[in-house]
C-alpha cells in the first residue's frame, strides 16, 4: 500500500507493508468480541519516529528543585520547561515514596472534549521524577539506565558499574565516553564495540584487546593505527612489528593531548580510505537496518541486540514483535508506537512504562496492567485517566473511550500562557485523535533538547513554524567568574587541583569540570585531559555513524543491490557481504 505523509511539512511517499497491516490486527484491543482496529498511519516512517523522541531527553541536564522539598537536584527539566514554572518536578525518593499515589489524580472522561486535551491537563499535574532510572545504585547523575552502580551521566544504558560520559552501554565495566559499547571492559572513546578490553580510541570493532587508534577490528590485540584487521596481533598501521618497537611508538602518544590529536587525525584519515560494508548487520537474518546483532526479521531497524520479528524500530535489546518504537528495553514484546520501556507486553501510544502489560495512551506507570490515559501510576490495573474501575467498567468505558477518540477532536490546551487548538495545530494530521501518538507540542522539552534534533535536525525557525517548542541556551560565559585553566599536555603532569578548576571547551566555549574518578581514570590508562566539554564529545561520536535512513545502493565492486545507509552520493566504497568477507578475511 503506498500513500502520501499527511504531514503539510513532509509529504514524502511511503509504504505500508502488509506485514504492518497485519501487525495492526493483531493488536487491535478487542472488547466484549468487537475488535477496536487501529488505523493505518498517514504520516511517513520519519514523522512517526519523530513524534515519539521529541518527547525524550536524554543528553542534557538542568539545576533544578524539588516541588515538594524544595531541595535541588539535577532533572532534565529545565526550571522553564514548556510545562511551565509550575511543573511538579520531584526526586526519585520522593517519587517512589509513600507520601502520594497517582490515583487521587483520577477523574472521570469527558465525552464533551478530546482525549489528548484531558491527557494533557492530568500529565501536567502528576509529578515527574528527575531523572529516568530503574534500580540503580549509587548512579544519581544518569538517565534511561536501569540496574547500573557507580555511575556518572550516560544514558539508555542496563546493568553498567563504573561507566561515564556514555550512551547505549550494555553489561559494561570501567567505560568512559564511549557510545553502543556492549560487553566491555576498561574503555575511552570507543565506539560500536563489541566483547572489547583496554581499548582507546577504537570502533566499529570486535573481540578485541589492547588496541588503539584503530576501525573495523575482528579478534585483534595490541593494534595501533589499524583498519580492516581480522586475528591480527602487533601491528601498526597495517604492518606488523615487534612487540619492543610496538610498545616504543605507543609511549610516544600515551598520555599526551599533541600527539593524541596527530593520531585521531590519522585515524580520520583512515576511515575515508578504508572498505565499508553496507550495513553493520553481524549475525542476523532477513534483517535491514544498521547497527544490528544477532536478530531474526528486524526490517528497517537501527541499534538492535538479540531481537526478531521488528520493523521501524530504534534502538532495541532483546525485543519481539515491535512495530515504530524506539528505545525499548530487556524483552517487551508486541508493542506498537512505543518509547521507553523495560519487560512489558501488549502496550501502545505509551512513553515509559515498566514491568507492564496491556496499557494504552499512558505514560510513567510501573508494574501496572489496563490502563488507559494514565499517568504515574504504579501497582494499579483497570484504570482510565488514573481513576480506579471495576474489571467490567473498563470493559465497558475504553471502548466508549475509543470511538470518542476517532471523531474530531474538540477543545484548547493552555500551555506556558498560550492556548493551542487541538484539532491540528499538533500535528498537521486529521483531526481523529484514536491511531495517533502524543502530539510534540505536548513534550515538556524544546525539540533541540530532545533525541528528535539528534535523528532529524531542525532550525528554531523550522520548529516554531511547527508550533513546537524550542528550548532557548542560557549563554555559559556569563556565569564563567575564574580565570583561564592552562591544562598541561601530558596527563602525567596533571596534577589532583584540576578537579576544582572551571574548564572551558575549546569547540563551544561551554564550561566544563572533571570530577575525581574521571582523572583517576586518565591517569589510570594514561589519557590526556579532554579540552572539549562531554556533550561536544558526545556529538563527535555520533558523527561515526550514519542517519537511520536505508537508500538503494551497488555493491561498489560487483554491482550487487544492496540496502545501505551510506546515501548514494557519498565517496566510501561499498561492499555488499560477499565482497566484503573476501576483502576482510
Known amino acids: 500500500m503506498n500513500t502520501i505523509c499527511h504531514n503539510q511539512w513532509c509529504g514524502k511517499k511511503f509504504q505500508i507493508s502488509d506485514q504492518e497491516k497485519s501487525f495492526l490486527e493483531r493488536i487491535s484491543p478487542v472488547f466484549h468480541g468487537k475488535k477496536y482496529e487501529i488505523p493505518v498511519p498517514n504520516i511517513c516512517p520519519d514523522c512517526r519516529m519523530q513524534n515519539r523522541v521529541a518527547h525524550r531527553n536524554e543528553q542534557y541536564f538542568y539545576h533544578n528543585t524539588s516541588a515538594v522539598s524544595g531541595k535541588p537536584f539535577i532533572s532534565l527539566y529545565a526550571p522553564d520547561n514548556s510545562w511551565g514554572k509550575d511543573s511538579k518536578i520531584v526526586s526519585s525518593d520522593e517519587w517512589w515514596s509513600d507520601d502520594w499515589d497517582g490515583a487521587t489524580f483520577g477523574r472521570d472522561f469527558d465525552f464533551s472534549r478530546g482525549f489528548f486535551e484531558q491527557f494533557f491537563e492530568l500529565s501536567k499535574n502528576i509529578p515527574k521524577v528527575n531523572l529516568i532510572q530503574v534500580s540503580n545504585e549509587n548512579s544519581p547523575y544518569t538517565t534511561g539506565t536501569g540496574y547500573c552502580k557507580n555511575c556518572y551521566l550516560i544514558n539508555s544504558s542496563e546493568n553498567c558499574e563504573n561507566c561515564y560520559y556514555g550512551k547505549l552501554l550494555q553489561t559494561c565495566r570501567d567505560v568512559m565516553d564511549s557510545s553502543y559499547a556492549y560487553d566491555c571492559e576498561l574503555l575511552y572513546e570507543c565506539f560500536y564495540v563489541r566483547n572489547c578490553y583496554n581499548c582507546h580510541y577504537l570502533s566499529y570493532s570486535q573481540n578485541c584487546f589492547d588496541c588503539w587508534f584503530s576501525e573495523n577490528l575482528k579478534g585483534c590485540k595490541n593494534c595501533f593505527l589499524c583498519a580492516d584487521?581480522?586475528?591480527?596481533?602487533?601491528?601498526?598501521?597495517?604492518?606488523?612489528?615487534?612487540?619492543?618497537?610496538?610498545?616504543?611508538?605507543?609511549?610516544?602518544?600515551?598520555?599526551?593531548?599533541?600527539?593524541?590529536?596527530?593520531?585521531?587525525?590519522?585515524?580520520?584519515?583512515?576511515?575515508?580510505?578504508?572498505?565499508?560494508?553496507?550495513?553493520?548487520?553481524?549475525?542476523?537474518?532477513?534483517?535491514?537496518?544498521?547497527?544490528?546483532?544477532?536478530?531474526?526479521?528486524?526490517?528497517?531497524?537501527?541499534?538492535?541486540?538479540?531481537?526478531?520479528?521488528?520493523?521501524?524500530?530504534?534502538?532495541?535489546?532483546?525485543?519481539?514483535?515491535?512495530?515504530?518504537?524506539?528505545?525499548?528495553?530487556?524483552?517487551?514484546?508486541?508493542?506498537?508506537?512505543?518509547?521507553?520501556?523495560?519487560?512489558?507486553?501488549?502496550?501502545?501510544?505509551?512513553?515509559?512504562?515498566?514491568?507492564?502489560?496491556?496499557?494504552?495512551?499512558?505514560?510513567?506507570?510501573?508494574?501496572?496492567?489496563?490502563?488507559?490515559?494514565?499517568?504515574?501510576?504504579?501497582?494499579?490495573?483497570?484504570?482510565?485517566?488514573?481513576?480506579?474501575?471495576?474489571?467490567?467498567?473498563?470493559?465497558?468505558?475504553?471502548?466508549?473511550?475509543?470511538?470518542?477518540?476517532?471523531?474530531?477532536?474538540?477543545?484548547?490546551?493552555?500551555?506556558?500562557?498560550?492556548?493551542?487548538?487541538?484539532?491540528?495545530?499538533?500535528?498537521?494530521?486529521?483531526?481523529?485523535?484514536?491511531?495517533?501518538?502524543?502530539?510534540?507540542?505536548?513534550?515538556?522539552?524544546?525539540?533541540?533538547?530532545?533525541?528528535?534534533?539528534?535523528?532529524?535536525?531542525?532550525?528554531?525557525?523550522?520548529?516554531?513554524?511547527?508550533?513546537?517548542?524550542?528550548?532557548?541556551?542560557?549563554?555559559?560565559?556569563?556565569?564563567?567568574?575564574?580565570?583561564?585553566?592552562?591544562?598541561?599536555?601530558?596527563?602525567?603532569?596533571?596534577?589532583?587541583?584540576?578537579?576544582?578548576?572551571?574548564?572551558?571547551?575549546?569547540?563551544?566555549?561551554?564550561?566544563?569540570?572533571?570530577?575525581?574518578?574521571?582523572?583517576?581514570?586518565?591517569?589510570?590508562?594514561?589519557?590526556?585531559?579532554?579540552r572539549i566539554c562531554a556533550e561536544e564529545r558526545h556529538k563527535q561520536r555520533m558523527f561515526l555513524r550514519n542517519s537511520r535512513k536505508l537508500y538503494e545502493r551497488k555493491c561498489t565492486k560487483c554491482e550487487k543491490p544492496v540496502e545501505s545507509t551510506y546515501s548514494p552520493d557519498r565517496l566510501e566504497r561499498i561492499y555488499c557481504e560477499e565482497c566484503y568477507l573476501k576483502e576482510i578475511y
Open 229 to 530: 584487521l581480522t586475528n591480527k596481533e602487533y601491528n601498526i598501521m597495517n604492518q606488523p612489528v615487534s612487540k619492543e618497537e610496538y610498545k616504543k611508538k605507543l609511549e610516544i602518544v600515551k598520555g599526551s593531548y599533541e600527539q593524541t590529536m596527530k593520531a585521531k587525525t590519522f585515524l580520520s584519515d583512515l576511515r575515508k580510505k578504508r572498505v565499508h560494508k553496507y550495513a553493520n548487520i553481524v549475525g542476523c537474518e532477513n534483517s535491514t537496518g544498521d547497527f544490528l546483532t544477532n536478530s531474526k526479521s528486524c526490517i528497517d531497524c537501527y541499534d538492535m541486540n538479540d531481537s526478531e520479528d521488528c520493523r521501524l524500530v530504534q534502538v532495541g535489546v532483546n525485543v519481539k514483535d515491535l512495530i515504530d518504537c524506539s528505545n525499548m528495553y530487556l524483552k517487551p514484546e508486541l508493542c506498537y508506537q512505543v518509547l521507553g520501556t523495560i519487560g512489558v507486553y501488549n502496550v501502545i501510544f505509551s512513553i515509559y512504562i515498566f514491568h507492564s502489560h496491556d496499557v494504552m495512551y499512558s505514560e510513567f506507570c510501573y508494574n501496572c496492567e489496563y490502563l488507559f490515559g494514565c499517568s504515574g501510576l504504579r501497582n494499579k490495573k483497570y484504570c482510565i485517566l488514573n481513576k480506579q474501575y471495576t474489571k467490567e467498567e473498563y470493559e465497558k468505558l475504553v471502548p466508549r473511550v475509543i470511538e470518542h477518540m476517532k471523531k474530531p477532536a474538540l477543545g484548547s490546551v493552555a500551555m506556558s500562557g498560550v492556548t493551542h487548538t487541538l484539532t491540528k495545530s499538533f500535528s498537521g494530521q486529521s483531526d481523529a485523535e484514536w491511531g495517533k501518538y502524543f502530539p510534540v507540542k505536548f513534550s515538556p522539552f524544546g525539540y533541540n533538547e530532545t533525541l528528535a534534533d539528534e535523528y532529524l535536525p531542525l532550525t528554531k525557525k523550522e520548529v516554531e513554524n511547527r508550533g513546537w517548542n524550542w528550548h532557548k541556551e542560557e549563554s555559559a560565559s556569563k556565569k564563567y567568574m575564574g580565570p583561564e585553566t592552562k591544562i598541561p599536555d601530558n596527563i602525567r603532569e596533571v596534577d589532583e587541583k584540576i578537579t576544582e578548576k572551571i574548564l572551558v571547551c575549546e569547540a563551544t566555549g561551554k564550561l566544563y569540570k572533571i570530577i575525581p574518578q574521571e582523572l583517576q581514570f586518565y591517569k589510570k590508562i594514561c589519557i590526556p585531559v579532554p
